[in-house]
């Protein structure tokens, strides 16, 4: 109401001064003076209140919305990381009636028909692999990693991890490839070359690594230099060890690992692990010296190894998309002692062989390089090389054999990747990792991941 006056009177202001001295008077101008003069002070008084209320919003806290809770299970589970890795090989190679590691005690896997170790020839079908990965909330993640082999699934790796311990603390629990060594916890379409390295094969199976059922904690101390130490508490029945079927602890293992960049362009690692599991009647086979027959023996007692690892990497200016050299090494020495029993239902002449005491140390390692030499092309050259070591049979020395060698293989590849999902791999092998044999192995390879994959460690 007050504005439409202040209005009013504006508009007789105006009509009067354009309507020219005859009408008005002296009065009259007097009057509208007065007028004006009251309405210039009450607009500045208004304005005065208005910039003393913007003053006073602007001086108090903004004021938050209320944020409507979202569930990180309920989000996560509509948004996972979902992954599919397909891997197949054609494989040309010597027919062995009973291959293996001369020297070496070598455990199988869960896939009865599927092997990483390279042992079937021709056209075939390598584990697919199904990754699901997501964060479970603001403290957890979690990761599944499915093998599909012909009509089997097995659960390779399901666990759960802490991502906001802070402090530099990580806390992991449920199934998941062990931390030690350096390609242990690598997947096979992680690997440089198509089959793991000899020594793998010899420690964990023809899996060519080793899975905890268990929990891993680990601590990356706050230094300038990368180190990060872990501890491992586990089931222990996968090979070296067995399954028990009792309380308390089946395996532990430990690691320590440092590295750093040298300038611009280099980069290394190195790592120190030690494992220890136990055995309850894990089953082998050896070779009867006098009779020439086979005889199974079943080992109670312990494994323990220690593995050293070391890798180095080369890119100009750190940057390996054209150009990178990798040079990677590991070695293990392990010794295992306890009972060597004869196992009577596959082995007639039990009672004369005479089995006991059993202890054996052996060593091994490899070497190999991976150069990078143009936009996703890539060549590798990897040496292994085992010893048999010191193999004991107690009072059976006499009778079962302990062979003296080195198994021993050189292998060479050359990779095409058009891109970070696709890798089409030649591989060729001369494996004497049988004493008087020697294989001259083939391996064309296809490697492809469809969806989104968690990176790989360094």
């Known amino acids: 109401m007050q504005q439409s006056v202040m209005v009013s009177r504006l508009a007789l202001m105006v009509a009067l001064g354009l309507s020219g001295p005859a009408l008005a008077d002296e009065g009259d101008l007097a009057r509208l003076r007065a007028e004006m003069a009251q309405l210039r002070a009450q607009y500045e008084t208004r304005l005065a209140e208005l910039e003393r209320e913007v003053a006073a919003l602007a001086a108090q806290p903004p004021v938050s919305r209320p944020v409507p809770e979202v569930r990180g299970a309920t989000a996560a589970a509509f948004n996972p990381e979902v992954s599919l890795v397909l891997n197949g090989r054609y494989r040309h190679a010597r027919a062995l009636a009973e291959p293996g590691i001369t020297g070496f005690v070598t455990g199988g896997h869960g896939h ?37 082999v012909d009509d089997a ?116 690692r190195a790592g120190l692990s030690w494992l220890g599991t136990r055995a309850a009647s894990r089953e082998s086979h050896f070779d009867d010296g006098v009779l020439g027959e086979e005889v199974a023996g079943a080992f109670s007692g312990t494994s323990r190894m220690w593995i050293l690892d070391a890798l180095w990497k080369w890119a100009p200016d750190g940057n390996p998309t054209a150009r990178q050299l990798m040079l990677q090494a590991e070695s293990f020495r392990r010794v295992e002692r306890g009972d060597l029993a004869c196992v009577e239902d596959e082995t007639p002449d039990c009672a004369d062989i005479g089995l006991g005491d059993y202890q054996t140390r052996q060593w091994g390692g490899y070497v190999q390089a991976v150069y990078r030499f143009r936009r996703g092309w890539r060549a ?27 198994p021993r293989r050189t292998s060479l590849m050359v990779d095409w990747s058009p891109s970070e999902f ?24 296809y490697v492809m991941s469809l969806g989104a994959h968690p990176a790989h460690a360094f």
């Open 422 to 445: 696709s890798r089409l791999r030649l591989q060729y092998a001369r494996d004497r990792s049988l004493e008087a044999v020697t294989d001259h192995q083939w391996t064309v390879q």
């Open 153 to 268: 699934v097995e659960v390779e790796e399901a666990w759960v991890q802490t991502v906001a311990v802070g402090h530099g603390a990580t806390a992991k629990a449920g199934r998941f490839l062990s931390g030690i060594g350096y390609a242990n916890s690598q997947h096979p379409h992680a690997w440089d070359f198509s089959d793991p390295a000899l020594m793998y094969v010899a420690l964990f199976g023809e899996h060519g690594s080793y899975a905890q059922d268990g929990l891993q904690l680990s601590w990356v101390a706050p230094l300038e230099q990368w180190l990060e130490l872990g501890v491992e508490l586990g089931r222990g029945s996968a090979f070296p060890g067995t399954e028990r079927d009792r309380d308390g602890l089946g395996a532990t293992a430990a690691f320590i690992r440092t590295g750093g960049d040298v300038g611009d362009s280099s980069s290394w």
């Open 380 to 406: 590798g050259l990897r040496f292994d090389r085992l010893s048999s070591g010191t193999l004991g049979y107690g009072a059976a020395n006499d009778r079962l054999e302990r062979p003296e060698y080195a």
């Open 112 to 148: 009865e028909d599927e092997d990483h170790g390279g042992a079937r020839r021709g056209f075939l079908l390598d584990e697919s692999e199904l990754v699901l990965a997501a964060n479970v909330d603001h403290l957890f993640r979690g990761q599944l990693n499915l093998a599909l």
